[in-house]
Every structure is written in structure tokens, then in C-alpha cells.
T-cell receptor, first 111, second 118 residues
């Protein structure tokens, strides 16, 4: 069955609203990275999470790694038009060290 | 420092043909990974090479193959092209192998090669 699920697939918000994307795995993760891809561009690295329960912040972006290391979230506070793009999680599954990219969440914003 | 370079940027091929894509990583990076991106399937991992050895492989048929040279440059080959192979192929480099348990270096992506199969 599918090992990784990233939700939602699409999210449209009004500028100033918050946004959250989730990455869920059926397998424990070694680590997770988050990437952002602007329309017409290539993915750009945002952050890496390694430790159980880890929380990291980058200005309006908050990244969390679940206690069981099976899920992660990216939260954007008060979205701006510059946040438009697709957000991907990149996972390393523990044990087999299998590499998987999430399906991505495409964020669009109404100014 | 130059970024990841992929050539060619665009390619049009016919069904049944084969194609070779090239990727030059950032200087000093020893890992190169390949990804296929389509609107319907998102970003899918093809394979990763580190020190000329394939370290990890996604769920793609054997028509998709790759190799890495001693200077870390990598090539990807797709044989017997199908219409469904039309996609953006992205290459990414990093210092260490992504599957390394102590891995902590990010992927740096190139601008991709857009392949159209007619």
C-alpha cells in the first residue's frame, strides 16, 4: 500500500490566512526534508528535521516532526503572495533507507 | 559556485527511440539523484548515485537506467520511449548519499530537462 501521503493536494487561501500541509508515513522515518517549488522553477530546500518532536521556525514558517517520527507538518502563518508554489516533503524511510517524495501540496493565494 | 547543470533543456523524441540526459553536479558533491515530474504524478524518485554506484532506486521499469562517472557527472538513459515518459526530468546533487543515516545535506536541483515524446 501507499507508504507516504501528503495532504492536502491543493490549497487556496486568501492572503493573510494560515496554511498547513501534512506529510504522513506508515513507516518510521530517519529524517524528513521540506522543499518549495515556485511555478516554473525547481524545488528549493527549506529545512531538515531529524529528531523526534523537533520544531523549527523560519520567520512565518513552522516545521514539526512527530513524536513517533511518522509524520511532519509545515505551517505558514499569515500567507503572502510570495508563498505561492508547491511544497514537497522528502523522506528517508528508516531501515530500508528508502527514498520517497511526497505528492506535494500546491498553494495558491488570492491577493 | 556553479549550480547543478542539466542538458539539454528541451528534447523532443518519437516513441520507440531512446534518450540520454546529462547532469553536472555542484563541485564537490558526490551524490546525484534523478526525479521525474509530471502534473499527474508529482515528483517521483528514479535513482540515486554516489561514488559511481547506484545507492537507491525508485519504482520505475528497467527502461530507465543511469550511471555516474568518476567526476560525479551523471547520465540518465530511457530506452524504447513511450508517450507516458513525457515529463520534466530533474537532477539533484548533494554532498552525501541521501540514504546515509547521518545525512544532513540538502538536495540542490537543476532546472531540468523537459522531454516530450510524440
Amino acid at each position: 500500500g501507499q507508504q507516504v501521503m501528503q495532504i492536502p493536494q491543493y490549497q487556496h487561501v486568501q492572503e493573510g490566512e494560515d496554511f498547513t500541509t501534512y506529510c504522513n508515513s506508515s513507516t518510521t522515518l530517519s529524517n524528513i526534508q521540506w522543499y518549495k517549488q515556485r511555478p516554473g522553477g525547481h524545488p528549493v530546500f527549506l529545512i531538515q528535521l531529524v529528531k523526534s518532536g523537533e520544531v523549527k521556525k523560519q520567520k512565518r514558517l513552522t516545521f514539526q516532526f512527530g513524536e513517533a517520527k511518522k509524520n511532519s507538518s509545515l505551517h505558514i502563518t499569515a500567507t503572502q503572495t510570495t508563498d505561492v508554489g508547491t511544497y514537497f516533503c522528502d523522506l528517508v524511510l528508516q531501515g530500508a533507507q528508502k527514498l520517497v517524495f511526497g505528492q506535494g501540496t500546491r498553494l495558491t493565494i488570492n491577493p | 559556485k556553479a549550480g547543478v547543470t542539466q542538458t539539454p533543456r528541451y528534447l523532443i523524441k518519437t516513441r520507440g527511440q531512446q534518450v540520454t540526459l546529462s547532469c553536472s553536479p555542484i563541485s564537490g558533491h558526490r551524490s546525484v539523484s534523478w526525479y521525474q515530474q509530471t502534473p499527474g504524478q508529482g515528483l517521483q524518485f528514479l535513482f540515486e548515485y554516489f561514488s559511481e554506484t547506484q545507492r537507491n532506486k525508485g519504482n520505475f521499469p528497467g527502461r530507465f537506467s543511469g550511471r555516474q562517472f568518476s567526476n560525479s557527472r551523471s547520465e540518465m538513459n530511457v530506452s524504447t520511449l513511450e508517450l507516458g515518459d513525457s515529463a520534466l526530468y530533474l537532477c539533484a546533487s548533494s554532498l552525501e548519499a541521501r540514504a546515509n543515516p547521518n545525512y544532513n545535506s540538502p538536495l540542490h536541483f537543476g532546472n531540468g530537462t523537459r522531454l516530450t515524446v510524440t
